[in-house]
């Protein structure tokens, strides 16, 4: 009896070291084990299958090993060669995210780093129109602009101290110009100054930043905002790149801001004295145009002739509320 106890507290010892092998479930994600033949001879079976231009096949036996052997040591590779099979068959995004699986569960992989620049390059070919999709087997068209933003912010967010996130970083502020949303592409370039000020991009992304608030003053509503921003903008320039080659332009350009700006606030209190007969903001704006001369001569100029009507004006304005 007491033989037989001494086995089942052994055994109960051993079964649940045992168990907890026995399913690839149990295991954290990324965790490979020393070897696994089955899954071998598959990805042998799926590289012969590529080479051969089979790619259903080759399809298949990947998805096997992915699917069945999820801790064998082939796993990355098996996912890697997925991924490279889904971008022959013309589905990028499928690709894109096979390789974004390898970045986020193999970092110690040696195909890591291949995995960020296949990411980068699908990005970067979607961003310029070069990567087409078939829709319903009928028609190929451009990747939808929502996917292209979506693939550039994970490759920044996958290698945000990387060169390639400043380049991605870039191709993202472009693209967002092109897809005429200039405000966010503003955004987008500061944030590329400010994380990699030291990148090949910077000086690039700061003048592009002055340029979008600059021309974004012709429209909607904002133009003294907008103008303000473009001229701290280009000053930012010149203080972070003194030595650049388009200093001088910048240091030109942060003057014709301040210079439209006056002008700007000219035109402001032209319309309080001779639309809306607010002669009080209207002699506020025109004297503080005439403060700001050295910016604007030709403002103040104007402003001083107005600045006169806009007082004679109130002074009526004033004798007339007496007298009621």
């Known amino acids: 009896m007491k033989k037989n106890l001494q086995f ?10 045992t168990m907890c092998h026995t399913g690839n479930e149990l295991m954290p994600a990324g965790t490979l084990v020393a070897s696994e033949p089955a899954a071998d001879a598959l990805l042998k079976s799926a590289r012969q299958h590529a080479a051969q231009n089979k790619l259903s096949d080759a399809e298949d036996d990947l998805k096997q090993i992915i699917n069945r052997y999820e801790n064998a040591p082939c796993v990355p590779e098996a996912r890697f060669l997925l991924a490279e099979v889904y971008e022959k068959q013309g589905l990028p995004r499928k690709a894109f995210d096979e390789y974004d699986k390898i970045i986020t569960r193999y970092q110690s992989s040696t195909l890591y780093e291949k995995a960020l620049n296949r990411q980068l390059a699908l990005a970067m070919a979607a961003a310029k129109g070069n990567l087409k999709v078939e ?68 000086p690039e992304a700061q ?16 133009n003294l905002v ?37 002008r700007q606030e000219l035109e402001v209190g032209r319309y309080y004295l001779e639309r809306s007969k607010e002669y009080v903001s209207a002699i506020f704006c025109f004297e503080n145009v005439i403060r700001q001369r050295k910016d604007n001569p030709e403002a103040a100029k104007e ?22």
């Open 8 to 17: 089942l507290w052994c055994l109960g010892a051993v079964l649940p070291l």
């Open 135 to 202: 829709v319903l087997g009928l028609w190929s068209t451009n990747i939808d602009s929502t996917v292209v933003i979506d693939w550039l912010g994970k490759v920044i967010r996958n290698a945000p101290y990387n060169d390639m996130a400043a380049t991605a970083t870039s191709v993202l502020g472009k693209f967002l110009v092109d897809q005429e949303k200039y405000e966010e592409a503003a955004m987008v370039y500061s944030k590329l100054v400010e994380d990699y000020p030291t990148s090949r991009y910077a």
């Open 207 to 222: 003048l592009m930043v002055a340029q979008l608030w600059a021309t974004s003053r012709t429209r909607g509503d904002q």
């Open 226 to 262: 907008n103008l303000h921003r473009a001229q701290e903008a280009y000053e930012e320039f010149t203080l972070l790149f003194p030595n650049h080659e388009d200093a001088g332009k910048a240091l030109a350009e942060a003057s014709n801001m301040r210079r439209l700006l006056v």
């Open 303 to 324: 402003a001083e002739q107005l600045l006169n009507q806009a007082r004679a004006l109130q002074a009526a304005q004033n004798a007339k509320m007496k007298k009621s």
